[in-house]
Structures are given as structure tokens and as C-alpha cells.
């Protein structure tokens, strides 16, 4: 008789949380976070002390246009290029921008054109970095990892504006508008050396060669996703939620604290209950690491998430407005962390930098151009029409998610 050895059992994946690849990619993450809040926080201060209010908002506005026009080829560039490549040149970039902008402010006064021109050369950047960022999770991790990882860039996320904006402001009142984005350029360096310092995952072999011409491989995406039974309608929920998220808490929050006479420092409170809620969502799917029936559970918080946005308007009480705002924030924190858990495990890692680009370009490309509709409208029928149609809007995608059957029952891997 010939006796068969048992094959040794494969070694337990390193939880997300100890693994020191993960660990320098939220060092990098972090670091390019904060210094992404620092200068925007220096670009509006400085915006507004050489111009007129509308011009500071054009200044702000610029970077809008070639992030959206060009975020689908980023993502293209992102797949051909790799993840780790595009985001390392992105940063480089911002960081030699804002450094050349700083030495600027200290020798001369450029004027309102040369902020523009950052201001652009960002948008660029941002169409390049967004899709970058959005395919590294899985090149990093494993995929029972990759809530976790999303937990984890979440609460990176959060922490940006809640260090950033006072980082900021300390540096602006220190040494002006020169020293802020010094202190940006600066964090743009520091996320450099951890990047370099990471090590991907290789692709398959069959999907590492692309002879096509660059058009070629974005109708090839287009199609992937189009043809997938969960990341198709996954795109769909994604555009929804934030079309209908994102008047109410950009347009929408100052017109409600007026009318209440909450006042700045109002607006300031609902958006740290926000701010508590999301971060709170985010940690979280950080120590659970999976959440089971993540489909269903996203849907089901994502519409639940849509009441709390209509109560906000009949909310007369800043204290409870706050409250209600921790709700949403938990709610749909929830809902958004889940819903780019599953993009990032249903999604062959080869098409993952244009289907990022696409849930990107329908955040932060589409969901914006609603925010004079939602003004107008505001002006014609008042805050509470606008929230309830709003809510409505997100109450959709959480329906939508309900209610297809592959994203009903998506789970995330064990």
C-alpha cells in the first residue's frame, strides 16, 4: 500500500488591518488626502482675497470641467499604465504644481489667471488619480480583504477634512496663502516614498498585453460593464445616490441653516454629525471586515438613508438636525462602502481602472452639474420639495439594488 501525504493547509491571508502593504497604501492615501483639503482650502482663501466672490467660484469651478471630460480615458491609462504608476505621477505632479505655485506667492502676487491654471492642471490630475486610486485595493490585498481595505480608505477619507481644513487654516494664518500650499505641496511628497514602496499584485497573464489603441480598450470596459449582471446596475445605484445626495448637502444645508438661523456654525455641526456617522459607518467595515447579504444590506441602508434626508428639511432643532445627520452619514456611509466593496470583487482587476473612471465620472463628474438645478428649485418651491424629491431620487437606488435580482443576492467573498 501506498500511502498518500495530505496537501498542507494554505497559510491564513494576513487581515488587511496587520498587513504592512496595505498599511504603507493608507500611508500614501492619507498623506495625499490631507494635502488634497489643505489646497483647496488655500486655493478658495486665496481665491477670495484677489477677487470678487464669482470669480472665486469660477477659480474653484475650473477643475470641474477636465475631470469629468477626461475621467474615462484616466481610466483607460490606468489599466494600460497600471494603478500604482499613474498614481505615483499624479502626485508628483500636484506636489511640484503647488510647490511652484507657493514659491510664486512668496516672490510676487500672480493673480487670479495663475490659480486658474492650477486649478486646471488639477482637474487633469484628478481625471488621471480618481480611476488610479479606485484599482489599486485589489492589487494589494486579497479579495476577502477588500471591505476592510474600503473601511479603511473611508476613514482616510474622513480624516482629510477633519486635520486638513484646521491644518490648513493654521498654516494660512502663520505665513498666508504661500505657506498653506507649501504645507500641501509637502503632504503631496510624503504620500511619494510609501508609494515606491509598494507592490502589486501581478494580473493574469492572459490580461497583461493590450495591442489595442486606447479607444479600442475603453468601448472594450464600456462593454464589460455594460454586459455585467451586477456591476452594470451597481453604476446605475451609484449615479442615483448621489444625484439625489448631493444638492441637499452642498446647496441645499446653507439655504436650510439660513432659514432656521443655525447660522455657519450650524451647517459646521451637521456636517461633523455627517462627518461622524460616515467615519463611523467606515470603522465598522473595518474590525467586521464582511458584512453578509452585502447587496441587500446596501439597498436596504441606502433606503433608509433617503428618510433621514427628508426628515433633515422638516427638522426646526439643530440638535436633532445633527442627529439626523449622523443617521445619514451612518446610513448611506454604509451603503456607499459596501456598494464599492462589491465593484471592487465583482470587477475583473484588468477593466478595474475604467469602471472606476465610470463610478467616478457619475460622483464626481455628473452628481455636481445638479447643484444650480438644485438652487433654482430651491427658489421656486422651497428647501422642502427639494429634499423630498432628492430623497426620492436616493430612495430609487436603494430600490433599484432591491429589486435586480444578482445585486439583491451579491455577497462579498469570505
Not at 213 to 235: F, K, N, Q, S
Request: aromatic share 6%; with cysteine; net charge positive.
Amino acid at each position: 500500500m501506498t500511502a498518500t501525504a495530505a496537501a498542507p493547509a494554505a497559510p491564513t491571508a494576513r487581515p488587511a488591518h496587520r498587513d504592512p502593504q496595505v498599511l504603507t497604501w493608507l500611508g500614501a492615501h492619507t498623506a495625499s488626502t490631507l494635502g488634497n483639503s489643505v489646497y483647496y482650502l488655500a486655493l478658495s482663501w486665496t481665491a477670495v482675497s484677489n477677487g470678487t466672490p464669482a470669480q472665486a467660484g469660477l477659480v474653484m469651478a475650473v477643475s470641474a470641467v477636465p475631470r469629468a471630460l477626461l475621467m474615462l480615458g484616466g481610466g483607460v491609462v490606468a489599466d494600460r499604465l497600471g494603478p500604482r504608476r499613474v498614481v505615483i505621477a499624479s502626485d508628483t505632479v500636484r506636489c511640484l504644481v503647488v510647490l511652484g505655485l507657493a514659491g510664486t506667492l512668496v516672490l510676487a502676487s500672480p493673480g487670479l489667471w495663475a490659480l486658474a491654471a492650477v486649478a486646471l492642471v488639477f482637474g487633469v490630475v484628478d481625471a488621471l488619480f480618481l480611476p488610479a486610486v479606485g484599482a489599486l485595493p485589489p492589487r494589494i490585498t486579497e479579495r476577502d480583504q477588500l471591505a476592510r481595505v474600503q473601511g479603511m480608505r473611508g476613514l482616510s477619507s474622513r480624516l482629510g477634512p477633519v486635520l486638513g481644513g484646521p491644518l490648513g487654516g493654521l498654516a494660512v494664518a502663520l505665513g498666508g496663502p504661500a505657506a498653506a500650499f507649501g504645507a500641501a505641496g509637502l503632504l503631496f511628497a510624503l504620500s511619494l516614498p510609501l508609494l515606491y514602496a509598494l507592490r502589486l499584485r501581478p494580473l493574469p497573464e492572459k490580461h497583461e498585453a493590450r495591442t489595442g489603441t486606447a479607444l479600442r480598450d475603453l468601448a472594450d470596459g464600456l462593454r464589460y460593464l455594460r454586459g455585467h449582471r451586477v456591476l452594470g446596475p451597481l453604476m446605475i445605484v451609484v449615479l442615483l445616490s448621489d444625484l439625489g445626495f448631493a444638492g441637499p448637502f452642498n446647496v441645499g444645508l446653507a439655504v436650510l441653516a439660513e432659514q432656521r438661523g443655525w447660522g455657519a456654525s450650524g451647517i459646521g455641526w451637521i456636517l461633523a454629525g455627517f462627518g461622524t456617522g460616515a467615519g463611523a459607518a467606515s470603522l465598522l467595515l473595518t474590525v467586521r471586515g464582511r458584512v453578509p447579504h452585502a447587496g441587500a444590506v446596501s439597498g436596504w441602508t441606502m433606503t433608509a438613508g433617503a428618510v433621514a434626508i427628508a426628515a433633515l428639511a422638516a427638522t426646526s432643532r439643530l440638535p436633532v438636525a445633527v442627529a439626523v445627520a449622523l443617521a445619514v452619514g451612518l446610513l448611506a456611509g454604509l451603503s456607499g462602502a459596501l456598494c464599492n466593496a462589491l465593484v471592487q470583487t465583482e470587477c475583473d482587476p484588468a477593466y478595474l481602472g475604467r469602471v472606476s473612471a465610470v463610478a467616478a465620472l457619475c460622483s464626481l463628474g455628473i452628481a455636481p452639474l445638479g447643484f444650480p438645478l438644485t438652487g433654482a428649485a430651491i427658489e421656486l418651491w422651497g428647501v422642502g420639495p427639494v429634499y423630498a424629491v432628492s430623497a426620492a431620487v436616493c430612495a430609487l437606488a436603494g430600490v433599484h439594488s432591491l429589486v435586480v435580482p444578482a445585486v439583491r443576492r451579491a455577497e462579498l467573498p469570505r
